[in-house]
């Protein structure tokens, strides 16, 4: 089973409260999103290897560690996984970028499709699937379904706010994929909304209601 990491430092958790906060503009919410988005690529990018290289220093020859060269890509969720991309670029500038549309019915809350534009490398590349809310997961498998039949086999998923039911599907869906979250809510409202939450996440970030 994939993991589900609950990234929880201080830091992220201090901005996601200003980004819950309903009084929060569109300006600043957008940059604390971005920013969360920085704080937990360097969380999900913990593990990633490293190779030893020579060094010169100004006083000795050293051996250094550098990250070993990777095939990175990034895929937000159209259109709220866009707010985080500029975040996770910060520190991933070399990843490619790998676009998926999809919309939530709000009347079944089934997502519908209407957009795939992914690198052409895209199987031979480590993805990350980029939206700030994991809700039902409706969005998220289907997402990852896209990738799956292109042949990626190496995804991982990062979102701001999880609910519960949201990971559970993601996991019975597709158990070899991590889960990277900023904070694992509540549970969903009769709407699907996730409670806590922070409303929805493309209206808040493009100022749309
Ligand atoms: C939101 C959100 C996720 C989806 C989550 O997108 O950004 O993509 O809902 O819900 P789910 O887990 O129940 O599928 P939305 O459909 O509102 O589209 P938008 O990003 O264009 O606003
Ligand atoms: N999509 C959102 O933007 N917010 C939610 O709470 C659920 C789905």
């Known amino acids: ?31 604390l999103v971005n920013e969360v988005a920085t704080l937990m690529t360097y969380e999900l990018t913990r593990d990633v290897p490293l190779v030893s290289v020579p060094v010169e220093t100004p006083v000795v020859h050293a051996e250094g560690k550098i990250i070993s060269g990777r095939m990175l890509g990034l895929i937000p969720i159209l259109r709220a996984g866009l707010g985080m991309l500029d975040g996770i670029l910060m520190l991933l500038p070399a990843a490619k970028v790998g676009h998926v ?16 534009k992914l690198p052409t490398d895209v199987q031979e ?24 039949k292109r042949g990626c086999t190496q995804i991982k998923m990062m979102n701001l706010i999880a609910a519960p039911e949201g990971v559970k599907a993601v996991r019975e869906a ?26 929805d996440a493309g209206d808040r970030l493009y100022g749309t209601k």
């Open 101 to 116: 549309g999809l919309f939530r019915d709000p009347h079944t809350l089934q997502p519908v499709e209407y957009y795939v």
């Open 174 to 199: 597709h158990p070899d994929v991590d889960i990277y979250v900023a904070a694992l809510d509540e549970k969903l409202d009769e709407h699907g909304y996730i409670v806590p939450g922070l409303g």
């Open 1 to 31: 089973m994939g993991k589900l990491v609950i990234c929880d430092h201080p830091m992220i958790q201090h901005k996601l409260t200003f980004i819950r906060d309903v009084n929060t503009n569109t300006k600043d919410f957008r940059e």
């Open 125 to 148: 590349r480590e993805l990350i699937v980029i939206d700030p809310m994991l809700a039902t997961g409706g969005s998220a498998i289907a997402a990852i379904d896209v990738l799956k």
